[in-house]
Nanobody, 125 residues
Framework: QVHLVESGGGSVQAGGSLRLSCTVS????????MGWFRQAPGKGREGVAN????????YYVNSVKGRFTVSQDNAENTVYLQMNSLKPEDTAMYYC??????????????????WGQGIQVTVSS
């Protein structure tokens, strides 16, 4: 059985930093995608950042470019999201995803098979 366990969320003031971690058990992927999504109250789920492990290629949504960094540790089967210069609009439930596929034609990750339960990030102004 596959489990994704997120940690590192919490409350922080604007301009602060948080580091999210997601450790995967029951599944190992050395060539697919892992990533982070978020959902704010009243909004749809948004892809924040992901990493194509096989090519070490990262993607970020425009609103977090230059502030967030996604990374992955194969040995620990863990994906991280370092979030700096946090803004109130970053407030959301953040979800880890694993088992994603890489599209060679579009150079994007898609079709994630496994999801975490979510972890809250709250940024106050």
């Amino acid at each position: 059985q596959v489990h994704l366990v997120e940690s590192g969320g919490g409350s922080v003031q604007a301009g602060g930093s948080l580091r999210l971690s997601c450790t995967v058990s029951g599944y190992t992927d050395s060539s697919g995608c892992m990533g982070w999504f978020r959902q704010a109250p009243g909004k749809g789920r948004e892809g924040v950042a992901n990493i194509y492990i096989g090519g070490n290629i990262t993607y970020y949504v425009n609103s977090v470019k230059g502030r967030f960094t996604v990374s992955q540790d194969n040995a620990e089967n863990t994906v991280y999201l370092q979030m700096n210069s946090l803004k109130p609009e970053d407030t959301a439930m953040y979800y880890c995803a694993a088992g994603g596929r890489w599209s060679l034609s579009n150079n994007v990750c898609f079709d994630y098979g496994y999801w975490g339960q979510g972890i809250q990030v709250t940024v106050s102004s």
